[in-house]
């Protein structure tokens, strides 16, 4: 098993930046690539994708609102994976999910990863 833990949400006016942490404890030597992922309100049924990164590292992908504003790396020493959200909009405001895949898929797919955190609530201010 693998557990998740996310840190780093809060409330944060328009413009300004966050930076989220999600910290891989147990088998954290079967994951393969990481992402994550939101929920925005009134979306309960619907995980957004956001970013992803592999186990290496090298490849990064991004979904279209989040490009050249998020940045999502990864420190395999310590477990960790980051995203860094710089000039945040309203409509960033969600509940942010870290995820970890153990096999190969489609990385922006939620039902690639089975693992999951409980996730942090992100709240833009306009």
């Known amino acids: 098993q693998v557990q998740l833990v996310e840190s780093g949400g809060g409330l944060v006016q328009a413009g300004g930046s966050l930076r989220l942490s999600c910290a891989a404890s147990?088998?954290?030597?079967?994951?393969?690539?990481m992402g994550w992922f939101r929920q925005a309100p009134g979306k309960e049924r619907e995980r957004e994708f956001v970013?992803?990164?592999?186990?290496?590292?090298?490849?990064?992908y991004y979904a279209d609102s989040a490009k050249g504003r998020f940045t999502i790396s990864r420190d395999n020493a310590k477990n960790t994976v980051y995203l860094q959200m710089n000039s945040l909009k309203p409509e960033d405001t969600a509940v942010y999910y870290c995820?970890?895949?153990?096999?190969?898929?489609?990385?922006?797919?939620?039902?690639?990863?089975?693992?999951w955190g409980q996730g942090t609530q992100v709240t833009v201010s306009s």
């Open positions: 147990g088998r954290s030597i079967s994951i393969n690539a």
């Open positions: 995820a970890a895949a153990g096999t190969s898929g489609s990385l922006v797919r939620s039902s690639t990863y089975p693992y």
């Open positions: 970013a992803a990164i592999t186990r290496s590292g090298s490849g990064t």
